[in-house]
């Protein structure tokens, strides 16, 4: 195998488009995600904010998204997409969808790392007359701190996965660069190089939560 | 019944699920703790009592009857009312519930920030804080570097800062061993007497009503079945639920009359608060020729009041002996005998 074949170019410039997703999505999916669990969660029985028909209606929506594969997805949302962002290609085109699939994902996560709180401290702020708001700054989100980053590391990797399908749509990316230069074009040498890339950009994710959740454990 | 009523809790209610599987776990109960007290609420588990002190600052929302805390009718309160008024109503836990998150200060100084004040102040107040529970070395430190004592200590300080005028304690010594329960009690105690703290504690311990409360309620089922001073309570319980529960820490052999023997006569006494203080055995038996055996008893304190609970032996000519007791009966002592004297 012959590497001196690898248009690099090409693959820095997937690369970059794939990094811009990544970014993009992550920054909108988490916090609408956020928003989401801590409402699935809030709304659910024994909490403050107990609304049993509105904890279902936000639970249905939040599966029903996360049941629908992404590649599906990514085709479906299309008339939504080109109303969000005018176009439903390229790196812009991908990006509403891909928050679509993420921030449902990310607010089970968030309900699930809500869920681990314990209940005592909870009660305890409440006991103190503490406003709801600032529980769920304060206590809620606080407590939960590590649940969530490690939420948002595999809310990340998941979406490198999802940016590699983009291509369908013309999203570019290294997924995309691996299937027409590697798959199609028989050039194995390009799919390993981005595969490659692909590993390391998972590993760095993976590590940098990994730490993360660390630094911030208070167990 | 002299003082105020800082707490009046009038005919409350409170029942858990619908219908046929509805559970009263609160029914009519009327309670009244006084400033400047330490009430307990006995009972075993479930009888209601963690609920019912959960009422108080309505972290439970009784279904009717009302809770009136420093003469303001909680149950009426608006949400940010209600919110304002709990921060006068300290409250800590059996599980200590303190944030893992912050340090010991960062946990006192919670309900501090909530307050508003500036930054230097609740550092300097929330150390303060520490220093009065005997904390003060551990400011720096996570809950999951403290043991559950200190971690309690901590809670009281949380529970503290705000200057409340009652404190609720849930079970708060009930995931303490022997020796860290009663150096809480102690502190407990103590936060009673210098900051004229009122406290309301619910706990299924006899040891913790018998230490600090001045009075005690015992629930059973719900329902308050008997309640008064705590060494009236303690020493003549009349209700089965309160027998049962001073029971416990009874020795059995205590109850035993018929096993005397020799000829002498077994009785049963019971003194307390002044008589206690009082030579009145051998001022009682004086000029006679009866003679007495201690076969069995307490001699100890419940709060501040002395008592004794002996069993004894009277030996002498019948006559003399039912006058011994006659004397015994004129000085305040309490006497059970086996056949009627």
């Known amino acids: 195998?012959?590497?001196?074949?690898?248009?690099?170019?090409?693959?820095?410039?997937?690369?970059?488009?794939?990094?811009?997703?990544?970014?993009?999505?992550?920054?909108?999916?988490?916090?609408?995600?956020?928003?989401?669990?801590?409402?699935?969660?809030?709304?659910?029985?024994?909490?403050?904010?107990?609304?049993?028909?509105?904890?279902?209606?936000?639970?249905?929506?939040?599966?029903?998204?996360?049941?629908?594969?992404?590649?599906?997805?990514?085709?479906?949302?299309?008339?939504?997409?080109?109303?969000?962002?005018?176009?439903?290609?390229?790196?812009?085109?991908?990006?509403?969808?891909?928050?679509?699939?993420a921030a449902?994902?990310?607010?089970?996560?968030?309900e699930i790392a809500l869920r681990e709180v314990d209940r005592g401290v909870?009660?305890?702020?409440?006991?103190?007359?503490?406003?709801?708001?600032?529980?769920?700054?304060?206590?809620l989100l606080r407590e939960a701190r590590t649940g969530l980053i490690a939420g948002v590391t595999v809310t990340a990797i998941n979406l490198v996965s999802y940016t590699a399908m983009s291509g369908v749509i013309g999203g570019g990316?290294?997924?995309?660069?691996?299937?027409?230069?590697?798959?199609?074009?028989?050039?194995?040498?390009?799919m390993i190089v981005t595969v490659v890339i692909l590993l390391v950009l998972v590993q760095i994710l993976q590590t940098l939560g990994d730490k993360l959740v660390i630094r911030f454990s208070r167990k | 019944m002299g003082g105020i009523g800082l707490i009046i809790l009038d005919n409350l209610v409170k029942t858990?699920?619908?219908?046929?599987?509805?559970?009263?776990?609160?029914?009519?109960?009327?309670?009244?703790?006084?400033?400047?007290?330490?009430?307990?609420?006995?009972?075993?588990?479930?009888?209601?009592?963690?609920?019912?002190?959960?009422?108080?600052?309505?972290?439970?929302?009784?279904?009717?009857?009302?809770?009136?805390?420093?003469?303001?009718?909680l149950t009426r309160l608006n949400t940010r009312e209600l919110q304002a008024r709990r921060r006068k109503i300290g409250m800590i836990f059996q599980h200590f519930n303190l944030l893992s998150t912050l340090t010991a200060r960062d946990n006192v100084a919670f309900p501090l920030r909530l307050e508003g004040l500036p930054?230097?102040?609740?550092?300097?107040?929330?150390?303060?804080?520490?220093?009065?529970?005997?904390?003060?070395?551990?400011?720096?430190?996570?809950?999951?570097?403290?043991?559950?004592?200190?971690?309690?200590?901590?809670?009281?300080?949380?529970?503290?800062?705000?200057?409340?005028?009652?404190l609720l304690c849930d079970e708060a010594t009930s995931a303490l061993d022997r020796e860290t329960t009663r150096s809480v009690l102690a502190l407990l105690s103590d936060i009673n007497r210098k900051l004229g703290v009122t406290i309301l504690l619910v706990t299924h311990e006899i040891e913790v009503v018998r230490t600090v409360c001045d009075r005690v309620a015992v629930m059973n089922r719900g329902r308050i079945v008997e309640s008064g001073k705590t060494a009236d309570l303690l020493l003549k319980p009349r209700h089965p639920a309160t027998r049962e529960l001073v029971r416990q820490t009874e020795d059995e052999t205590e109850r035993d009359l018929s096993g005397g023997g020799d000829g002498g006569t077994v009785v049963r006494v019971l003194y307390a608060g002044e008589s206690a203080d009082r030579p009145a055995l051998s001022d009682a038996v004086r000029g006679t020729s009866v003679r007495f055996v201690i076969l069995n008893g307490t001699v100890s304190r419940i709060r501040d009041v002395p008592y004794g609970r002996l069993t004894i032996r009277l030996e002498g000519p019948p006559g003399e002996t039912a006058d011994v007791i006659g004397r015994l009966r004129a000085q305040g002592w309490e006497v059970e005998t086996a056949d009627a004297v």
């Open chain 2, 119 to 166: 930054r230097q102040d609740i550092r300097r107040r929330a150390d303060e804080l520490l220093e009065l529970v005997g904390m003060a070395g551990h400011a720096d430190k996570y809950p999951s570097q403290l043991s559950g004592g200190q971690k309690q200590r901590v809670a009281i300080a949380r529970a503290l800062a705000a200057q409340p005028d009652v």
């Open chain 1, 122 to 139: 909870i009660e305890a702020a409440e006991a103190m007359g503490t406003p709801r708001l600032t529980i769920i700054r304060r206590v």
């Open chain 1, 173 to 190: 990316g290294l997924g995309d660069l691996a299937i027409r230069y590697g798959y199609q074009r028989f050039q194995t040498d390009v």
């Open chain 2, 16 to 73: 858990y699920g619908a219908g046929k599987d509805a559970v009263t776990v609160i029914d009519r109960v009327t309670l009244e703790v006084k400033k400047g007290e330490i009430f307990g609420i006995i009972g075993q588990s479930g009888a209601g009592k963690s609920t019912l002190l959960r009422c108080v600052n309505l972290l439970a929302r009784p279904d009717s009857g009302t809770v009136t805390v420093g003469g303001v009718e």
């Open chain 1, 104 to 110: 449902p994902f990310f607010a089970r996560l968030t």
């Open chain 1, 1 to 101: 195998m012959r590497f001196e074949d690898v248009p690099w170019p090409l693959i820095w410039q997937a690369t970059r488009e794939t990094l811009v997703m990544l970014g993009a999505s992550l920054a909108l999916s988490v916090p609408i995600g956020l928003v989401i669990g801590v409402l699935v969660f809030l709304t659910s029985p024994g909490q403050f904010w107990q609304q049993i028909w509105v904890h279902r209606l936000l639970s249905l929506i939040v599966n029903v998204t996360r049941s629908v594969p992404f590649i599906i997805m990514l085709i479906y949302v299309m008339p939504l997409t080109r109303w969000l962002v005018g176009t439903s290609i390229g790196v812009e085109g991908a990006i509403p969808p891909l928050v679509i699939a």
